[in-house]
């Protein structure tokens, strides 16, 4: 049974800065694709960034630049860093976890056609 339990959300002021975590648990952590997507009220759920056991990560090009994604397997813990947040950033972020080791660009831009599970989501409001 696969639990994905997001932490770190919150309200920022517009350039601030924010470090989303995810716990993982009941998942071979470090076989497959986690990844963070995230959805804004009325629009689609997003893919933002992902790191795969192929090694290989991505970060989608609306935020490249400002986020970071890693993740510490000795404790499976997946952390997305957001720096230089924009209103547009405002969100319901997910962790996800995923069927697929890779690559990464796939598992973050085919919407959520690789994610097989998903956290309860932890929400980002930047003004």
């Known amino acids: 049974h696969v639990q994905l339990v997001e932490s770190g959300g919150g309200s920022v002021q517009e350039g601030g800065s924010l470090r989303l975590s995810c716990e993982v648990s009941?998942?071979?952590?470090?076989?497959?694709?986690v990844g963070w997507f995230r959805q804004a009220p009325g629009k689609e759920r997003e893919g933002v960034a992902g790191?795969?056991?192929?090694?290989?990560?991505y970060v989608a090009e609306s935020v490249k630049g400002r986020f970071t994604i890693s993740r510490d397997n000795a404790k499976n813990i997946l952390y997305l860093q957001m720096s230089d947040l924009e209103p547009e950033d405002s969100a319901m972020y997910y962790c996800a976890a995923g069927g697929i080791s890779g690559p990464a660009i796939s598992f973050v831009s085919a919407g959520t056609r690789w994610v097989t599970s998903w956290g309860q989501g932890t929400q980002v409001t930047v003004s």
């Open positions: 790191d795969c056991a192929d090694g290989s990560s």
């Open positions: 009941g998942y071979r952590y470090s076989s497959y694709c």
